[in-house]
Structure formats: structure tokens, C-alpha cells
């Protein structure tokens, strides 16, 4: 149990396009989901909270503009990465909880490599 | 500031060896958490443990925390290649334990050896 679904697992685009990224619970419903970013080598970077039914919650340093996250129902979060340019290139990776209480493990996707030409 | 930091940064092993990786970090927690990240996918997670406890085991894995020291160790027992991965620590530092997003250490890359 407690599956989650990423997609797409890897895109290419244009600088100045946007890409959106999905993330799923299969199997349970997630009332919060996380997005982190990732550069290679390197930890994950916790860009932003996404709770179901509100707004995201944004780390400091990271353009809710930029990255817009909706979370529109207890098993999907999109990560939209708008007007990308190079510097926007990484891993996102989203995770999600299967519920609030203590102590709860995050479970991720798989992750998107993200390129932009 | 990063939470967590393991060490070592890397490590190298003969399959059949234990590997002990450890993490610290600075302020108090609610739980440890370990993870563990294949080349190119997402976490994994190993295992919990809360701060009122002090050892944790699930299969191979053995867990310790320190809270005095603010530290915690992860101990693999007799290694096999199939362990090669980055494991990462990561710190619940919330009063409401779980619903935030973890503060994740940089990792340990393992290498096991055939």
C-alpha cells in the first residue's frame, strides 16, 4: 500500500514553455503532499506544502509564481513549472502523507528529471 | 541550514560487510526517519524512530538515536549489492509530528562491492 504516482518520470522542453508535473496517491488519501527539488549529488530541498483544498505553503527562496502546485483533490497535486529557462533543469520529487498524525512517513514518487533546452 | 548531516559522504564495502552510516543534527525532533534513494528515482522509506526511543530494528537495519548527542546511526547488516543506493536521514522537528514537509540530511552514498 501507500503508492504514489509521478508523472511524467522525465521531460524535455523548450526555455519559455511550462511543464506540468503530476503527482498521485493510488491506494490512500493524502491530505498533504510535499514537492522537493533535487540537483544531482545532492539532499532534497523541500520547496513547498500542498494541502488539499488551499493554498501552498512556499519554502523561502522559491517563486510561487514560478511554481505553482494545486491541489485539487485528496490524491493529486500538480507541480506546474512555468515559463522554464535552463537554470529551472533538476529532479522534482513529490511526496505525500497519508494522513495527519504523528509520527507518519512520507511516500514519494518517483520523480521527474526535468531538462529545459 | 540543512538538519541533517550524515557521514560519511560516501561509502565503499565488500558485499557480506555491515555499513554504518551516521547523521546528526541540530535541534530537538519528534523522529528520525532513513531513506533510501535508487539512482534516478524516489525515497524509499526504511524506517521510523520516534525520540523516545533509543534502538530500532527492521530486518538488516538496526537504528540508533542519541538525543543527548543529536545524533543517529543506520547499520546495515551483512551488505549485498543490491544495497548500493543513497540513504538519506531526515528530521520531524514539528510539534504536530508528520504533517510538514522533513528536513532531509545530504546523504550517504553506498557502494557495495561484489
Known amino acids: 500500500g501507500a503508492v504514489v504516482s509521478q508523472h511524467p518520470s522525465r521531460v524535455i522542453c523548450k526555455s519559455g514553455t511550462s511543464v506540468k508535473i503530476e503527482c498521485r496517491s493510488l491506494d490512500f488519501q493524502a491530505t498533504t503532499m510535499f514537492w522537493y527539488r533535487q540537483f544531482p549529488k545532492q539532499s532534497l530541498m523541500l520547496m513547498a506544502t500542498s494541502n488539499e483544498g488551499s493554498k501552498a505553503t512556499y519554502e523561502q527562496g522559491v517563486e510561487k509564481d514560478k511554481f505553482l502546485i494545486n491541489h485539487a483533490s485528496l490524491t493529486l497535486s500538480t507541480l506546474t513549472v512555468t515559463s522554464a529557462h535552463p537554470e529551472d533543469s533538476s529532479f522534482y520529487i513529490c511526496?505525500?502523507?497519508?494522513?495527519?498524525?504523528?509520527?507518519?512517513?512520507?511516500?514519494f514518487g518517483n520523480g521527474t528529471r526535468l531538462t529545459v533546452t | 541550514s540543512q538538519q541533517g548531516e550524515e557521514d560519511p559522504q560516501a561509502l565503499s564495502i565488500q558485499e557480506g560487510e555491515n555499513a554504518t552510516m551516521n547523521c546528526s543534527y541540530k535541534?530537538?525532533?519528534?523522529?528520525l526517519q532513513w531513506y533510501r534513494q535508487n539512482s534516478g528515482r524516489g525515497l524509499v522509506h526504511l524506517i521510523l524512530?520516534?525520540?523516545?526511543?533509543r534502538e530500532k530494528h527492521s530486518g538488516r537495519l538496526r537504528v540508533t538515536l542519541d538525543t543527548s548527542k543529536k545524533s543517529s546511526s543506520l547499520l546495515i547488516t551483512a551488505s549485498r549489492a543490491a544495497d548500493t543506493a543513497s540513504y538519506f536521514c531526515?528530521?520531524?522537528?514539528?510539534?504536530?509530528?508528520?504533517?510538514?514537509?522533513?528536513?532531509f540530511g545530504k546523504g550517504t552514498h553506498l557502494i557495495i562491492q561484489p
Open positions: 511526496s505525500a502523507i497519508r494522513r495527519v498524525r504523528y509520527n507518519s512517513p512520507l511516500h
Open positions: 524512530i520516534r525520540s523516545n526511543e
Open positions: 531526515a528530521t520531524d522537528v514539528y510539534p504536530g509530528g508528520g504533517a510538514d514537509g522533513l528536513t
Open positions: 535541534t530537538s525532533i519528534n523522529n
